[in-house]
T-cell receptor, first 111, second 113 residues
């Protein structure tokens, strides 16, 4: 079963606007990660946030984590057409050393 | 330099055939994985392999078997292919998902006809 559910499933914005994607999960986690997948390509790791962290930044990316609500959000500021991709959250839970991926958000940034 | 490479990129085959997908990583990572992505983009873990310890997702049919000749390779063998096996298969590696993310290959699109 999917550990993470992402919201919205699809998001379309204009270049320069901010994009926010949300991820909810079900069990306690060690960390949560976000990945980007361009069409027809493999996934690319964007950022990892540990369960004891609340916020993390990387360039135009800002990730928050609320373990009490079992949710995370990814904010992309000043979006560009090149940010068009699917974005997935993934959780590391338990001892199996495996990531469980969410259902993904398809982001389209219009020029 | 390709970090995680998969071959072939596309694979079209008939039902009932046996096929293999190769995966190699040159990152020195200690754990490798196989994921299946369906037509709705859901990613499902199939296997993880670390230091000769294999973890199999219980929903994976035993027609699927990973083989690791060495630490840098984790190949996927599929016997008696079925229509429902059509998907994109991704290999990935990690030095430890507690600290680092995964590095993914570019995927193998398998089509069973």
């Amino acid at each position: 079963s999917q550990q993470g559910e992402e919201d919205p499933q699809a998001l379309s914005i204009q270049e320069g606007e901010n994009a926010t994607m949300n991820c909810s999960y079900k069990t306690s986690i060690n960390n949560l990660q976000w990945y980007r997948q361009n069409s027809g390509r493999g996934l690319v790791h964007l950022i990892l946030i540990r369960s004891n962290e609340r916020e993390k930044h990387s360039g135009r990316l800002r990730v928050t984590l609320d373990t009490s609500k079992k949710s995370s959000s990814l904010l992309i500021t000043a979006s560009r057409a090149a940010d068009t991709a699917s974005y997935f959250c993934a959780t590391d839970a338990g001892s199996a050393r495996q990531l469980t991926f969410g259902s993904g958000t398809q982001l389209t940034v219009l020029p | 330099d390709t970090a995680v490479s998969q071959t072939p990129k596309y694979l079209v085959t008939q039902m009932g055939n046996d096929k293999s997908i190769k995966c190699e990583q040159n990152l020195g990572h200690d754990t490798m994985y196989w994921y299946k992505q369906d037509s709705k983009k859901f990613l499902k873990i199939m296997f993880s392999y670390n230091n000769k310890e294999l973890i199999i997702n219980e929903t994976v049919p035993n027609r699927f078997s990973p083989k690791s000749p060495d630490k840098a390779h984790l190949n996927l063998h599929i016997n008696s292919l079925e229509l429902g096996d059509s998907a994109v298969y991704f290999c990935a590696s990690s030095q430890g998902p507690r600290i680092y993310g995964y590095t993914f290959g570019s995927g193998t699109r398998l089509t069973v006809v």
